[in-house]
């Protein structure tokens, strides 16, 4: 299971490095790609800085859950990886609820089976 949670920890990072990518850089393009049905398109110019700066945040939920890797002790690299992976959660369903629903499978519930596979190792 240690090997399932780790799988899963990975790949919620690259998720939030793809979202950072996303925000941050391809926000007129991939951004109104993805984006399209919660924000009307002559929106994504005038938003530019508010998304990349929200960008920055998933990079830093993204290095969090990397840097858990990195953490020799077993009961901290859990309890990093844990709060780093209830953040991505939460705000997950935050945006579910706020923005549009497909966040919540893209993003929270990605997070939570992550979550669980951490508590079960």
Known sequence: ME????????????EHIYILWMEMFAWETKGKEVFKAALPAEMFKPTKGLAANQGLY?????????????IEDPKWQTNVSLFFLS??????IYGAISATKKIF???????????????LK
Do not use: R
């Not at 090997?3 to 690259?14: E, F, Q, S």
């Not at 953040?87 to 997950?92: D, F, K, L, R, S």
């Open 3 to 14: 090997l399932v949670a780790k799988i899963l920890i990975a790949l919620v990072a690259l």
């Open 58 to 70: 998933n990079g830093f939920l993204a290095a969090g859950l990397i840097w858990s890797f990195f």
């Open 87 to 92: 953040c991505v959660a939460i705000a997950g």
């Open 105 to 119: 499978f893209v993003q929270a519930l990605p997070a939570i089976f992550a979550i669980i596979a951490v508590l």
